[in-house]
C-alpha cells in the first residue's frame, strides 16, 4: 500500500515536473537572433552590429548604437548621426543625466540635434516608426 502511495505520489512530482520543463527551459534560454542581428533575451538587446553613429560637439559613450547611448557635450549643439538612417524620423526619448537639466532636440532620419550645456551626459532610445 505504501509502495502503491509512494508511485502515486511519484507519478504527479513527475507530471508536474514535466508541465513546468518548457518554462523552465525558456527561462534559462540564452535567447534567439532577430533578422537585424540584435538578440532577443526576454527583452531587446541592442548590441552593436556594425558601425556606431558619428557625434560632432560631443563625445560617443562606447557601445552606443543608433537604438540606444550616450554622450558627453563639449561645445555647441551636440549632433548625434544614425549610422544607418531611418525611413522615417524615429521615436526618440532624450535625457540629460545633470541635476539641471536644460535642452531641447530635435529629430530627423538622420539624427538627433541637442541644443543644451556643455559638458552634459546626454542618453538616447530610439525605435523606429511603423512604416519606417
Given at each position: 500500500?505504501?509502495?502503491?502511495?509512494?508511485?502515486?505520489?511519484?507519478?504527479?512530482?513527475?507530471?508536474?515536473?514535466?508541465?513546468?520543463?518548457?518554462?523552465?527551459?525558456?527561462?534559462?534560454?540564452?535567447?534567439?537572433?532577430?533578422?537585424?542581428?540584435?538578440?532577443?533575451?526576454g527583452h531587446?538587446?541592442?548590441?552593436?552590429?556594425?558601425?556606431?553613429?558619428?557625434?560632432?560637439?560631443?563625445?560617443?559613450?562606447?557601445?552606443?548604437?543608433?537604438?540606444?547611448?550616450?554622450?558627453?557635450?563639449?561645445?555647441?549643439?551636440?549632433?548625434?548621426?544614425?549610422?544607418?538612417?531611418?525611413?522615417?524620423?524615429?521615436?526618440?526619448?532624450?535625457?540629460?543625466?545633470?541635476?539641471?537639466?536644460?535642452?531641447?532636440?530635435?529629430?530627423?532620419?538622420?539624427?538627433?540635434?541637442?541644443?543644451?550645456?556643455t559638458a552634459?551626459?546626454?542618453?538616447?532610445?530610439?525605435?523606429?516608426?511603423?512604416g519606417g
Amino acid at each position: 500500500m505504501i509502495a502503491s502511495r509512494l508511485k502515486k505520489m511519484l507519478s504527479v512530482a513527475s507530471i508536474a515536473a514535466l508541465s513546468f520543463a518548457p518554462v523552465a527551459a525558456l527561462a534559462q534560454a540564452p535567447g534567439f537572433n532577430l533578422p537585424n542581428n540584435s538578440v532577443y533575451q526576454g527583452h531587446f538587446n541592442s548590441a552593436p552590429v556594425g558601425n556606431p553613429p558619428s557625434t560632432a560637439n560631443c563625445t560617443l559613450l562606447a557601445g552606443s548604437t543608433d537604438t540606444d547611448g550616450s554622450c558627453t557635450s563639449t561645445s555647441g549643439a551636440p549632433v548625434v548621426t544614425f549610422a544607418v538612417a531611418w525611413n522615417l524620423a524615429p521615436f526618440c526619448v532624450v535625457q540629460d543625466s545633470s541635476a539641471t537639466p536644460a535642452f531641447v532636440y530635435t529629430l530627423s532620419t538622420t539624427a538627433i540635434t541637442i541644443t543644451g550645456t556643455t559638458a552634459h551626459v546626454y542618453f538616447w532610445h530610439c525605435t523606429g516608426r511603423n512604416g519606417g
